[in-house]
């Protein structure tokens, strides 16, 4: 449910870097680890981007996968169990170096062309 | 008219992040702990709260509620004589699931902050959105109660790695129920290996004076802002 919350946040930050251009297309990496729902997100941002220079721009979402790494043996694996230990060494210091992502990536604007003088 | 990129790279909560560090800041400069404190509906925070904050010895504390609507657990706190302010996270209707920075932001000047060492903020009960919003808090501590079933840290991982400390709560219940206990603490220990537990009943008093500890421990550490 505070997938209402969160495409209210991805509509500020689209629109801040918009500065007031009409905005096509909003990019969001959305790390694993989060607990957003891409369906609700998409569902909530058709809403919110009502009335602003977003209303109409397609959100595209890049799923990140949770990566997790060993403090102890260096080992690196991809996350596909809550499992937070070392599957090699079995040590518990392991940290996460990707899945917690929630950023806007990037968004796509549109501009006047630009005609050169003659 | 033609179509350009722009590059954002910008994490969505940050404005967020930022308000939550103010708060910080206004509760270090006053010495002031601050837990945030989460749970499922009914798994007992509030009367987990009432049973600890009666008896904290030489902790002056205050309690910030969080709910949908209504003022039902903060009248509970202050029959206690103990300061609570509500916050209601409903504009109208719907309302929001959890509470964020700027939600405590806006209750931090009705708040002792002169008078108090610790601040409790009882969340919105959920075990999905508070986890994904910091409000300020020093300490982040869940409630789980044993009725809710031993597979719950690894439906719920986000906020069982996002905490300092969970409760097991309803304890006394267990010799009713086919919760079984060590396969929800190995769950737990998968989820976020060796983090702080204690099993309580909010019914019984077990395990409460151990809770009691934790809040005065986390309430007299150093405060960065002192």
């Known amino acids: 449910m505070h997938e209402l919350s969160i495409a209210s946040a991805v509509v500020a930050t689209a629109e801040r870097h918009a500065e007031g251009r009409r905005t096509t297309v909003v990019r969001l990496r959305v790390g694993r680890l ?3 729902v891409p369906e609700s997100l998409e569902f909530y941002f ?5 009335g602003t220079v977003c209303e109409g721009a397609r959100l595209e979402l890049e799923v990140v996968p949770g990566r997790l790494a060993c403090s102890d043996c260096a080992h690196e694996w991809e996350l596909d169990a809550p499992a937070f230990w070392c599957p090699a060494c079995a040590s518990s210091a392991v940290t996460v170096i990707a899945g917690n992502e929630l950023e806007v990536e990037s968004i796509e604007v549109e501009e006047e062309a630009c005609i050169a003088p003659r | 008219m033609h179509r350009t990129k722009v590059k954002v790279l910008e994490d969505v909560l940050d404005a967020n992040g930022t308000l939550a560090a103010a708060n910080r800041a206004d509760f270090d400069r006053h010495s002031v702990t601050v837990v945030n404190f989460m749970s499922a509906p009914g798994a007992g925070k509030t009367t987990l709260l009432e049973r600890a904050l009666t008896g904290l010895e030489g902790v002056r504390s205050a309690v910030l509620e969080g709910d949908v609507q209504g003022s039902l657990d903060a009248d509970r706190i202050a029959s206690l004589h103990v300061p609570v302010t509500q916050i209601n996270t409903d504009p109208g209707f719907g309302g929001e699931c959890h509470l964020d920075a700027n939600m405590v932001r806006s209750a931090i000047p009705s708040l002792p902050l002169d008078e108090i060492d610790l601040l409790v903020i009882e969340n919105v009960g959920n075990l999905v959105c508070p986890a994904e ?12 109660s044993v009725t809710e079933g031993e597979d719950k840290p690894l439906k719920y991982p986000l906020m069982f790695r996002a905490c300092d400390l969970v409760l097991v709560n309803k304890v006394d219940l267990l010799p009713h129920l086919e919760f079984d206990l060590e396969k929800f603490l190995h769950h737990l220990d998968a989820v976020h290996p060796g983090v702080d537990r204690l099993l309580v009943s909010a019914k019984t008093g077990q395990g409460i004076n151990a809770w009691r500890d934790w809040l005065v421990t986390a309430a007299t550490r150093e405060h960065a802002g002192v």
């Open chain 2, 133 to 144: 919003f910091r409000v300020g808090e020093d300490y982040r501590v869940m409630v789980s």
């Open chain 1, 46 to 50: 058709g809403f919110v981007t009502e």
């Open chain 1, 34 to 36: 989060r607990q957003v």
